[in-house]
């Protein structure tokens, strides 16, 4: 079956501006998470959803970074005012319903590459 | 707090060669997920193997085997006879009982030379 998708796979901003990239999950899965990777870096969590609340968004750096996922599928991160600093990989990885097989665990999609100038 | 180490942040090998990679973990949860992640240079992280607190068996799949030891807080991965296919980052992780974020090594760098 499909994976997990996001789009866009690239994205340029300049300084100051709004972005807002997008998650796609494995169909089913109603946990969805936000990491955040920089060059030579393990990804930092962000934020994790179950079904459309956010079970704990601990990793959200400030409040220029938000997320959302209003029909409990797909989600879209948000970032206001971009930084340099904000750029880097972000990824998004599903997994099943908590008490169902394999529940722990995480499957990823290929990540938005945000390039900051 | 949870923490993952991954000592070893570069290894090179000579194809056909074994290889192994470090993971020790801390946690203070009696039940806990570890994980190993393969990340080629396409980017995209593959799930190789969870293991739970309370399986310390050795899981062999293939060339991969994974040797859990709670005594030492320990996860290593082991690669049999390398092949330049195996080239990639590999990340070990640590999530507690109930789900939710993963904590991330700082990842190994393997390159398996022809």
């Known amino acids: 079956g499909a994976g997990v998708s996001q789009t866009p796979s690239n994205k340029v901003t300049e300084k100051g501006k709004y972005v807002e990239l997008r998650c796609d999950p494995i169909?089913?899965?109603?946990?969805l998470y936000w990491y955040r990777q920089s060059l030579g870096q393990g990804p930092e969590f962000l934020i994790y959803?179950?079904?459309?609340?956010?079970?704990?968004d601990s990793g959200l750096p400030n409040d220029r970074f938000f997320a959302v996922r209003p029909e409990g599928s797909v989600s879209t991160l948000k970032i206001q005012r971009t930084e340099r600093g904000d750029s880097a990989v972000y990824l998004c990885?599903?997994?099943?319903?908590?008490?169902?097989?394999?529940?722990?665990?995480?499957?990823f999609g290929p990540g938005t590459r945000l390039l900051v100038l | 707090a949870q923490k993952v180490t991954q000592a070893q942040t570069e290894i090179s090998v000579v194809e056909k060669e074994d290889v192994t990679l470090d993971c020790v973990y801390e946690?203070?949860?009696?039940?806990?997920?570890l994980f190993w992640y393969k990340q080629p240079p396409s980017g995209e992280l593959v799930f190789l193997i969870r293991?739970?607190?309370?399986?310390?068996q050795n899981e062999i799949s293939g060339r991969y085997s994974w040797n859990f030891q709670k005594s030492t807080s320990s996860f290593n991965f082991t690669i049999t006879a390398s092949q330049v296919v195996d080239s990639a980052v590999y990340f070990c992780?640590?999530?507690?009982?109930?789900?939710?974020?993963?904590?991330f090594g700082q990842g190994t760098e393997l390159s398996v030379k022809p």
């Open positions: 959803f179950q079904g459309t609340g956010a079970a704990d």
């Open positions: 990885a599903s997994s099943p319903s908590p008490g169902t097989g394999g529940w722990e665990t995480q499957y």
């Open positions: 946690t203070r949860d009696t039940t806990y997920y």
């Open positions: 169909s089913g899965h109603t946990a």
């Open positions: 992780a640590l999530t507690g009982n109930q789900g939710g974020k993963l904590i």
């Open positions: 293991r739970n607190s309370f399986d310390e």
